[in-house]
């Protein structure tokens, strides 16, 4: 597609479609789009993470909605998933979220989420780009059926509302001590509040926004500090977001860090145990080996999606799974939300872990087979076409069948390709990659 990637819209500030000219058009088309599903006005909810590139883009945004004859509620910083939420409960027909999620201040960009909680299939963001590249007067809406707008104070104390109803009436965390990194991003008002309501004695890192430093040597993508705080303070259990917090990466008491397919994998087990596990686990091309032999040998199916949260979804649905996620940290929890969510996951864990059992023995549940990940950034957009980088893959491949496999993507988030590869052989598995790699530099 045009605009949309694997996870919404995304780029840097200022640039090709991030800025107040392309957030109005968006805007525009997404509001001509459900506008034209019903006569009467339909409502968008938007919030955002704490870049300060979301106090340019939100009001270009929050024009274009309006002048497509959108009310409008603005809600502030949010997580994502307290967006989805909302977007559900509140009955809008649209939410909205202005954020980069994991990427640094200077991207920004776009979720966008329907009535029903869901992200909007692959099927409506194709709808959404054909009517943004049609000039923009003939969407505009009579000066009478203008959308009004409106913030909303409150969105906060009600996405926790939704959240606590989602936990034992019972579930409290006296005695526990937990290390907390916000990402300085959008849950780092949400997810100290909860935890703190729930008698846990919190270590808060990250919770200082300032607009340039989300992301940055925080959050689950650089969980460094949260290894360190963990063990400095001694510490139960580390829990890092990241910049929409919908992510979640963890760390146990002794400051080894737990990835989004330990996490699965734990829950996986616990949920077998406890019949609510249904069909399976989705994971992605990126999940590791080591889980899904894991899985098998506990008699648990395992699916493969594309890479994306949203294409996660999509097939849990479709099989009626519900636990799914990936190595990231992105994880789906069906039973009791729509899209990701760190904090919601973080307190399934403590709940599943209880209050004897040590979290280095209730993770690390399977032996990873090795993974090498590298990212390459590019200039040209067609760079995995060309006949030099394919040969390349091609060769590769054969180096290693039989004993690994080897994933080449290009990033649906970021300027860069994805070059990931598993076996048990470290030395076929470099020597395969770097065919690959060489080519592509």
């Known amino acids: 597609m045009k605009y949309f990637g694997t996870d919404g819209i995304r780029g840097r500030v200022n640039t090709k479609n991030i800025n107040g000219d392309m957030f109005f058009k968006f805007g525009l088309a997404a509001g001509k789009y459900f506008t034209n599903l019903k006569k009467k006005k339909q409502t968008a909810i938007i919030a955002k993470d704490t870049r300060l590139s ?72 194709k709808k959404i780009e ?22 909303l104070e409150t969105g906060t104390e009600k996405y926790l509302e939704i959240i606590k109803k989602r936990l034992p009436k019972k579930f409290k965390l006296k005695n526990m001590k937990i290390v907390l990194d916000c990402a300085n991003g959008a849950g780092y008002k949400s997810a100290p509040k909860m935890i703190n309501s729930l008698g846990a004695k919190v270590i808060v890192i ?31 259990l580390g829990i890092s977001l990241d910049g929409d917090a919908d ?24 949920w077998k145990k406890r019949k609510i596990l249904k069909g399976g686990v989705v994971g992605t091309l990126m999940s590791n080996f080591g889980l899904e032999k894991y899985l098998k040998n506990k008699q648990i ?19 009626k799974f519900n636990l799914g996620g990936e190595q990231s940290g992105h994880i789906i929890l069906g039973k009791f939300a ?23 023995k209730f993770f690390n549940v399977f032996e990873k087979t ?19 980088v394919r040969n390349a893959i091609k060769i590769a491949n054969k180096v290693i069948k039989g004993k690994g496999r ?32 060489k080519k592509i530099r």
């Open 54 to 125: 979301g106090y340019a883009l939100e009001p270009a945004l929050v024009s274009g909605l309006a002048s497509a004859g959108m009310h409008v509620y603005t809600l502030g910083p949010l997580p994502t998933n307290g967006l989805a939420m909302l977007t559900k409960s509140m009955n809008a027909n649209l939410g909205i979220m202005i954020t980069a999620s994991h990427n640094l201040f200077f991207d920004n960009g776009l979720k966008l989420f329907g009535p029903d909680g869901l992200k909007l299939s692959d099927r409506i963001q």
């Open 247 to 270: 992510r979640v990466i963890m760390c146990d008491e002794n400051g080894s860090i737990i990835d989004g397919d330990q996490i699965i994998a734990a829950l996986a087990i616990q």
């Open 206 to 236: 990250g919770n200082k926004p300032n607009g340039f430093n989300i992301n940055k040597n925080c959050g689950s993508t650089f969980p460094n500090m949260l290894q360190k705080n963990v063990k400095k303070h001694k510490a139960h």
């Open 338 to 360: 729509t899209t990701g969510d760190g904090l919601l996951v973080a307190l399934e864990v403590i709940k599943a872990l209880g209050k004897k059992v040590k979290a280095s």
């Open 370 to 388: 090795p993974q090498i990940l590298k990212n390459i950034k590019y200039k040209d957009e067609n760079i995995l076409k060309k006949k030099t």
């Open 301 to 319: 199916k395992f699916i493969r999606a594309n890479v994306g949260d949203r294409y996660v979804k999509e097939i849990m649905q479709r099989k």
């Open 130 to 151: 054909n009517i943004i590249d049609k000039e923009v007067k003939n969407h505009l809406s009579q000066p009478k059926l203008l959308g009004r707008v409106k913030r």
């Open 406 to 437: 080897i994933l080449v993507r290009k990033s649906g988030t970021e300027a860069k390709i994805r070059v990931m590869g598993e076996s048990e052989d470290k030395v076929l598995l470099k020597k395969s990659m770097n065919l690959i790699v």
